[in-house]
């Protein structure tokens, strides 16, 4: 009980600097991250163009859509050009709405940059280390139109959020 009312008084600190906090579930479903995702407001998919990122893209729709018909999926299309992105997005998305009902909204495209590669290495966020870089600016673009289509709703916020997780509120 401790440890989740220190991390109900964490989280509140957060939501009352931030308009959109993003949850990195990584890879796999175990049932809490599946939690975790059906609470969300927003689920954002990930993917690369490489065949096993969209493969395991499909598979992380497909098993959210046989728990919540209703979701709202944004995908993001990482390190590529915005030609082959939009191609990859166009495939996943019909392939969601042809076999699993469901709508699939593309929030943008991420261009391949070396300053990520640089920065690794470096052991350093690539956004702090180089802020200007391409990719950067993308995704500061991505973030603003996310933040200006969750101010045209209403969110749930962390006791929503806890309470969907959890079960209860706290």
Do not use: C
Request: proline content about 2%; cysteine-free; charged content about 30%.
């Amino acid at each position: 009980r401790y440890q989740l009312n220190n991390l109900n008084d964490r989280w509140r600190a957060l939501e009352e600097e931030h308009d959109i906090i993003l949850i990195d579930t990584g890879a796999g479903l175990s049932n809490i991250v599946m939690n975790f995702i059906l609470a969300a407001d927003d689920t954002l998919v990930i993917s690369t163009s490489e065949p096993t990122s969209i493969t395991d893209a499909y598979g992380v729709v497909k098993a959210l859509s046989k728990h919540e018909q209703n979701l709202e999926i944004k995908l993001i299309i990482n390190q590529a050009d915005n030609k082959e992105g939009n191609k990859i997005a166009k495939r996943l998305t019909k392939t969601a709405q042809e076999f699993l009902d469901l709508e699939i909204d593309l929030l943008g495209v991420l261009p391949e940059d070396r300053s990520v590669i640089k920065a690794v290495k470096k052991r350093r966020p690539f956004l702090l280390e180089y802020p200007n870089s391409k990719v950067a600016k993308r995704i500061k673009d991505l973030g603003a139109e996310l933040i200006g289509q969750e101010k045209e709703k209403e969110a749930k916020g962390f006791t929503g959020f806890i309470k969907d997780v959890f079960g209860f509120s706290n």
